[in-house]
């Protein structure tokens, strides 16, 4: 869902034109049901259509109604107790980044951060295990006899004109680097780009291609 502080949120249909609109509870049902409907400029669309009711919609508008300042929401009985002195108290640390062995063959890296930059959660590798979100955007398997094949892609967004590519090394690092720049015919872009080295995307690469059979 693509959203914005500003109740006249610009908002656009890539490759359509801009409009204004307000952030209202018509705006947000809409954005939950069909998310691609509007998406906000700026914004990289990454959001799949939330199964939901109707009154789960109304009920998931009225919680973020009430998240806004400004909006006329009492505040909670809660909020004129005083606050705890945490001053004092440690800031809390991110985890350490864990590195991976540069010494592993590319294959061995390129599976190892498959897993920690979670792309398993939407690209299938093992044709008897599904991954659940890559069922419902429709992402990319990888099964099969995938790589050096042919596939037809969006080029330059969802709605851009259909080309045919070949998947290889050059189309992959591309689609982790910039996965809006090619979007499989059919999918629902749902990745914004990948955090990653030349060296890891080629990695990645080497990984993915062992897969294909």
Request: charged share 25%.
């Amino acid at each position: 869902m693509q959203l914005d502080a500003d109740p006249n949120t610009p908002a656009y249909d890539p490759g359509g034109k801009i409009v204004k609109v307000k952030l209202d509870e018509a705006y947000f049902l809409e954005s939950v049901e069909k998310p691609f409907a509007k998406i906000v400029k700026g914004a990289i669309p990454g959001m799949a259509p939330l199964p939901t009711t109707p009154e789960e919609r109304k009920a998931l508008a009225a919680y973020v109604k009430s998240l806004s300042t400004g909006t006329g929401t009492p505040p909670s009985n809660n909020s004129s107790k005083p606050k705890p002195n945490t001053s004092s108290r440690p800031t809390p640390k991110p985890p350490p980044v864990r590195e991976v062995n540069p010494d592993l063959d590319p294959v061995a890296r390129g599976k190892t951060l498959f897993l920690t930059k979670m792309c398993f959660t939407c690209h299938q590798t093992d044709p008897a295990v599904p991954a659940p979100a890559g069922l419902v955007l429709k992402a990319t398997k990888f099964t099969g006899d995938f790589w050096g094949k042919e596939r037809e892609v969006h080029e330059g967004g969802p709605t851009g004109p259909i080309k045919r590519v070949k998947f290889d090394e050059a189309y992959f690092m591309e689609s982790v680097e910039k996965p809006m720049a090619k979007i499989v015919k059919g999918a629902i872009p749902g990745m914004a780009p990948l955090p990653t080295t030349l060296e890891e995307r080629k990695a990645l690469a080497a990984y993915v291609k062992s897969l294909s059979k």
